[in-house]
């Protein structure tokens, strides 16, 4: 591809910022000639009082990943309302098996983007900034469900793909609008003798919904879902609303101590069965990290640490053991395999 940018910024007034940016940029296979921009603003109140804004929009070409990923596996899911052993492949999207499904060429996600903001520093050592924004987003390249049926065991079968009951592929396939909240405060504390420690407190509040979705294709017709309900909700669901960090930075002459506590808001899976009383959500959950580390000279650190000290799990989902799902379902934001507690030895050159 060949690109060009050009950034501009300058101030009307002594407290008022204006600025833009344009960018132009042509691939040479596919997607063409893309145009992005940006617009900001900061207006300064006071010297500790501002208000920010932004409108851009942005692009997105599809990835190598998204255009020739392939694999196969055995998993199991829920077909019919019980759970099943599933043979299903990813096909690339150009690949004969995929077109014959209905995939059809990868189109460029686009963006719109719109933020507004302030920023707030009552004393030296406190600062305060809120962030509101919205993100609309057109295209967007997403898997589809896991297409099942006779039909689609042939098509496998007709393009040499043998023993796969099931398929997916990467399609242009929602249009969405995510709307968030950032909030971030930072205030650093002396303690004197004692040394320093710089508090830190960042909440987000976020929420995706589904302006519209490819339903069907026409060669498969309307009885094959694409977008089906686990589809959508891997947009919608499976990542928490809310997540609340809480976190202490301690620093006193060779010693440093760093705690944090995060509270992921709660998330839920769906499969794609009709059957909704084997959807799962999971409860809102603390997750603790530690990290305490020594300086053995100015360029030798060492360390002992935690993530998930309390070996903290998700709530188990009460599947078939004869299935060999994870009992703790496939999207936890922390895991599933509890706490890991680390040595750490680290040298600056």
């Known amino acids: 591809s060949v690109a060009s940018y ?54 997105r070409a599809p990835s190598l990943a998204n255009s020739l990923f392939s694999a196969r596996s055995t998993t199991y899911g829920v077909v019919d309302g019980v759970y099943q052993s599933i043979n299903y492949g990813v096909l690339p999207t150009g690949s004969g098996a995929a077109r014959a499904l209905g995939a059809e060429d990868l189109k460029p996600e686009r963006s719109t983007n719109f933020s507004l903001g302030f920023t707030l520093t009552p004393t030296d050592q406190l600062t305060l900034t809120a962030d509101a924004y919205v993100i609309n987003l057109r295209d967007r390249i997403t898997l589809t469900g896991t297409l099942l049926g006779d039909e689609v065991t042939q098509v496998l079968l007709n393009n040499g793909i043998d023993s796969t009951s099931g398929g997916q592929y990467f399609i242009n396939g929602a249009d969405t609008r995510t709307k968030g909240l950032d909030l971030v405060s930072n205030y650093r504390q002396d303690l004197g003798q004692y040394g320093s420690v710089k508090w830190t407190a960042a909440f987000n509040w976020n929420q995706t919904k589904i302006l519209s979705y490819k339903e069907s294709t026409s060669i498969l017709g309307t009885s094959y879902e694409l977008m089906d309900r686990e589809a959508r909700n891997l947009i919608t669901g499976v990542q928490p609303r809310t997540k609340l960090i809480l976190g202490g930075d301690w620093s006193i002459e060779r010693f440093n101590l760093n705690l944090a506590l995060t509270r992921y808001g709660s998330y839920k899976e769906v499969n794609s069965s009709a059957n909704r009383d084997l959807d799962r959500v999971y409860s809102a959950k603390w ?63």
């Open 6 to 59: 050009v950034d501009v910024g300058f101030n009307p007034v002594p407290d008022w910022y204006v600025g833009s940016a344009l960018r132009y940029e042509h691939y040479n296979q596919g997607v063409g000639a893309t145009r992005s921009g940006k617009l900001t603003t900061r207006y300064d109140f006071t010297p500790q009082f501002a208000v920010r804004a932004t409108v851009s929009n942005g692009f």
């Open 287 to 349: 997750i603790t990290d530690l990290d305490l580390g020594y300086n053995l000279s100015k360029n030798l650190n060492v360390a002992i640490g935690a993530k998930n000290l309390f070996d903290i799990y998700p709530r188990k989902q009460g599947v078939p053991s004869s299935t060999m799902v994870s009992s703790y379902g496939t999207y936890s934001p922390y895991g599933f395999t509890g706490g890991y507690y680390y040595t750490r030895l680290t040298y600056a050159f």
